[in-house]
């Protein structure tokens, strides 16, 4: 359970917007019924820092569930708002929703919904994403004739480890970045030699120079940097 205390914390950080949101799916979530979740994210909202939780607060016998429930409704709320803007929670929630169709036997509309999400990963260069698309690409084939199978696994395989690859490259790129940063800040006004050798070994390298030619938009964005630092 989070404390009052951290739920505070919480609700300061969200923006007025947010707020709103929360309030307005609270409410259709508890219906016409009173809502004791949201009578405690209004007393965090316009408590102070140093005040206490009234005892004849409605939801002060409930805390620890109300607590717990007011943390998922603000949890569920930002991923609702989250999920248009954000690439990685978009994909996730694909992949779930795909997977719920398949479990329902709705084999024709998972796969159109796993085509579209399979297409976003490949875009946006979310390679563990993609492998997972493939990972139930294979459950998918096993559906198709039998005298498609074998090729169609084989075509499978071969672009899953052209996937596996590219998420090597892609670690090893955001690896370089990463080190390249913590340098940089480190030494930001004065490199002598064997700095400067670091920097030059982090950034001349042919996965850097081939990626800052051409790749993923993603690939081609760290190795740029990396040249530009």
């Not at 917007?17 to 979740?37: T, V």
């Not at 607060?57 to 717990?68: G, H, I, K, Y």
């Not at 297409?119 to 084939?141: D, H, M, N, P």
């Not at 074998?150 to 395989?157: A, S, Y």
């Amino acid at each position: 359970m989070e404390t009052a205390e951290e739920l505070k914390k919480w609700v300061d950080a969200l923006t007025v917007a947010e707020k709103r949101f929360i309030k307005l799916f609270g409410k259709a979530r508890s219906g016409a019924k009173a809502s004791q979740q949201l009578d405690f994210f209004d007393w965090l909202n316009n408590a102070g820092s140093n005040d206490t939780i009234p005892d004849d607060a409605p939801f002060m016998q409930n805390l620890p569930t109300v607590s717990n429930r007011l943390k998922d409704l603000i949890l569920d709320s930002l991923r609702i708002l989250g999920k248009a803007g954000n690439t990685d929670a978009e994909l996730r929630t694909a992949l779930d929703e795909m997977g719920i169709l398949y479990e329902k036997k709705l084999v024709q509309a998972a796969a159109r919904h796993l085509k579209r999400t399979k297409k976003l990963a490949s875009e946006t260069c979310r390679y563990g994403v993609l492998l997972q698309c493939i990972e139930w690409e294979y459950k998918f084939v096993q559906l198709k004739p039998a005298a498609d199978l074998m090729e169609t696994l084989k075509l499978l395989r071969e672009e899953e480890k052209v996937t596996l690859q590219k998420l090597v490259e892609l670690r090893d790129l955001q690896n370089r970045h990463d080190l390249m940063l913590a340098l940089v800040r480190q030494h930001f006004y004065h490199r002598d030699a064997g700095i400067l050798q670091q920097v030059n070994d982090l950034s001349e390298s042919e996965i850097v120079t081939s990626h800052a030619a051409a790749g993923g938009y993603l690939e081609n964005a760290l190795a740029v940097n990396l040249l530009g630092m």
